[in-house]
């Protein structure tokens, strides 16, 4: 399988800027996503970066390098409600099913 | 906002006996999957479907493991014996359509927790 890597937790202050990183293995990659998922809830959808370079939505923005086989999602402003398991899961080959990470688990405090 | 739908929150089971757990996709999708995770791990894929049929799987869905389509709007994944080891949260997902940036977008039901006693 395809392996993804990304810290197991952060922690951050409230209004503070995080950055999760993540790498994936670049061998027939074609995409990748980001994921929050509360405690005990679904995982919803963040973001999907394709091609190189930053892409912004609001408080939340999606890096991907593909030649290095690197991302990050950059959390802005942070509140108590952004607490939650991060996913990072990569799409490779011909398929389109994502390959997760175990998820980073990030704690915000006041 | 339409969103995809799972019955039971919670089942509890004996180990052996079988477990059919219910999903209703978003209407207008066409393509299926089912996810596992088990409690503080990753989301695991287990098998996708389309047009009826399944179109991929991993190898975890073993002959233990069935989907069906029954009618116009469940997914049902079907457990026929249950292990100890199935305990966890199945997710179902569903996704508008292939090819497009947006359209890889899977959209998660809230799950499923299975305990298998």
């Known amino acids: 399988g395809q392996n993804i890597d990304q810290p197991t937790e952060m922690t951050a202050t409230e209004g503070a800027i995080v950055q999760i990183n993540c790498t994936y293995q670049?061998?027939?990659?074609?995409?990748l996503f980001w994921y929050q998922q509360h405690a005990g809830e679904a995982p919803t959808f963040l973001s999907y970066?394709?091609?190189?370079g930053l892409e912004e939505k609001g408080r939340f923005s999606s890096f991907l390098s593909r030649s290095k086989g690197y991302s990050y999602l950059l959390l802005k402003e942070l509140q108590m409600k952004d607490s939650a398991s991060y996913l990072c899961a990569s799409l490779h080959g011909g398929s389109y099913i994502p390959t997760f990470g175990r998820g980073t688990s990030l704690i915000v405090h006041p | 906002e339409p969103e995809v739908t799972q019955t039971p929150s919670h089942q509890v089971t004996q180990m052996g006996q079988e477990v059919i757990l219910r999903c209703v996709p978003i209407?207008?999708?066409?393509?299926f999957y089912w996810y596992r995770q088990i409690l503080g791990q990753k989301v695991e894929f287990l098998v996708s479907?389309?047009?009826?049929?399944?179109?991929?799987k991993s190898e975890i869905f073993d002959d233990q493991f069935s989907v069906e389509r029954p009618d116009g709007s469940n997914f049902t994944l079907k457990i026929r014996s249950t292990k100890l080891e199935d305990s966890a949260m199945y997710f179902c997902?569903?996704?508008?359509?292939?090819?497009?940036?947006?359209?890889?977008?899977?959209?998660f039901g809230p799950g499923t927790r299975l305990t298998v006693l």
């Open positions: 997902a569903s996704r508008e359509l292939a090819g497009g940036r947006n359209n890889n977008e899977q959209f």
């Open positions: 479907f389309y047009n009826n049929e399944i179109s991929e």
């Open positions: 670049t061998s027939g990659f074609n995409g």
């Open positions: 970066n394709v091609l190189d």
């Open positions: 209407s207008n999708h066409l393509y």
